[in-house]
């Protein structure tokens, strides 16, 4: 089923297929017992995504599509609440709380649009790591080089593989510090995490309050442009590609270049070579600010001291029913003292203020979304040290844009068959349009430099 949304909405348009032909396959791929789809999903909205899918058959014939998006398989991350459902954010230690008495407001409009909920994925326990390992649900395999076992990112994890594999057509997700990103870049697809402020994030479980925003992972930059449009309520038709011709993009050289392995740094060399014979001025400048983001944040930052908030009772009634990888860096925000965070507060403010006077002069930021391809699960498994290294070099990049509240694409800009290699395009909070039409315009030019 893996496809662009245009695709498949010309596809029922057509008659070429139906609402309800797209939905069975994608249980077909979920249920098959050789596929991921034990390790994708949390539950399978079976029966009710049947129903959904035939009255959304029944609108199309008479002529009353709700939106672009009508009669196509959405998957839901398993941190939203759905009507009737107990949201447990991939966790076990929820199991015992009541059912969500509406649904969240971003699914709310999904399902507004016609999409079919075709189920909630997986995800890293309380979307607290890159990585998307899940010790109570298992860990859903990277699409790339599946024999070796790679991880698939998080902390959308199943929200990723579900596109990947064809078990949806999209994704609902989250991104604290890179959560639709990451894995979006590890799996080969398009992430886009909006200005926090553009998309609810009411009747969602919180990770940090300061830094979450809700976004859609899909096949193509277009594809996240047309759900984005969706969950923030703005009606807007997806933006025209940007001209590419003297279009300003920075290369921050701190940090964001550090410890990229081969693949990524020959994807991403390559991927700036084809913008620049397409008529972009690339120009790589310093951003002293991203060096001193981790001694602002050498306490636990906003993610610990907001999730320790939420987590305090819980954590200390069913504390053992945590992942320990998990729980360690909960509580570390229990150390933190009002004081603490109110410093935390100014020093963001002032940070925000530098790094958007520094970018001013240019359209967007551009840089590999993570630094290295996705490694290898059993290596993460079997050693903790490696498993918070690791997890913090994948988060580095695309946390800088949670701290900036800003917004940022991921694209791929890999060849077909090798490994996936994201590229990030980013700006300034509430510059979600403008990015959107930078990165449909070099998605168009990588596509063409990789054909």
Not at 74 to 94: C, M, P, Y
Not at 351 to 362: D, G, Q, S, T
Request: with cysteine; glycine share 10%.
């Amino acid at each position: 089923m893996i496809g662009s949304l245009a695709e498949l909405r010309a596809a029922l348009d057509e008659g070429r297929t139906t609402s309800l032909a797209l939905v069975e396959g994608a249980l077909s791929r979920a249920k098959a017992p050789e596929g991921e789809g034990a390790r994708v999903f949390t539950a399978l909205h079976e029966e009710q995504a049947r129903a959904a899918a035939r009255a959304s058959d029944v609108l199309r014939q008479a002529g009353y599509p709700r939106s672009p998006i009508e009669g196509l398989p959405v998957s839901v991350k398993d941190l939203f609440d759905i009507k009737g459902e107990t949201t447990r954010a991939g966790s076990v230690a929820l199991n015992g709380a009541a059912p969500a008495q509406q649904d969240a407001p971003a699914v709310q409009r999904l399902v507004a649009a016609g999409a079919i909920l075709i189920g909630r994925t997986n995800m890293t326990e309380f979307a607290f790591s890159g990585l998307g390992l899940n010790p109570h649900h298992g860990t859903p395999l990277n699409p790339f080089d599946r024999a070796t076992g790679r991880i698939p990112g998080g902390s959308s994890s199943g929200a990723a593989v579900s596109v990947t594999d064809g078990m949806a057509a999209a994704a609902l997700g989250t991104d604290t510090g890179g959560s639709v990103r990451i894995p979006a870049a590890f799996c080969g697809l398009t992430g886009f995490k909006p200005t926090a402020r553009r998309v609810s994030r009411q009747g969602a479980v919180p990770l940090s309050t300061s830094l979450d925003s809700v976004g859609p992972i899909a096949p193509t930059v277009a594809c996240c442009a047309m759900l984005d449009a969706i969950l923030s309520g703005s009606g807007a038709d997806v933006p025209a590609p940007a001209s590419l011709e003297g279009l300003r993009l920075a290369v921050p050289a701190t940090l964001a270049l550090d410890a990229m392995d081969a693949t990524v740094a020959a994807a991403f060399k390559a991927a700036l070579a084809s913008l620049s014979q397409a008529g972009v001025r690339i120009r790589e400048i310093a951003v002293p600010e991203f060096s001193a983001l981790a001694g602002i944040n050498a306490r636990g930052g906003f993610t610990a001291a907001e999730a320790w908030h939420w987590h305090r009772e819980l954590i200390e009634r069913e504390g053992d029913r945590y992942d320990p990888r998990v729980s360690v860096r909960i509580r570390r925000g229990k150390e933190l003292s009002a004081a603490d965070y109110i410093d935390l507060l100014e020093a963001r403010t002032a940070w925000i203020a530098a790094v958007e006077a520094r970018i001013a002069p240019f359209d967007a930021l551009i840089m590999p979304t993570v630094p290295v391809i996705a490694p290898k699960l059993a290596e993460l498994e079997a050693d903790d040290a490696h498993f918070a290294t690791t997890n913090l070099l994948v988060l580095r990049n695309a946390t800088l844009i949670n701290f900036l509240d800003g917004c940022a694409l991921s694209l791929p800009c890999h060849r077909r068959g090798e490994a996936p290699v994201g590229l990030m395009l980013a700006a300034a909070g509430g510059q979600d349009q403008r990015v959107l039409a930078i990165g449909q315009a070099v998605e168009r030019a990588l596509a063409a430099a990789c054909a």
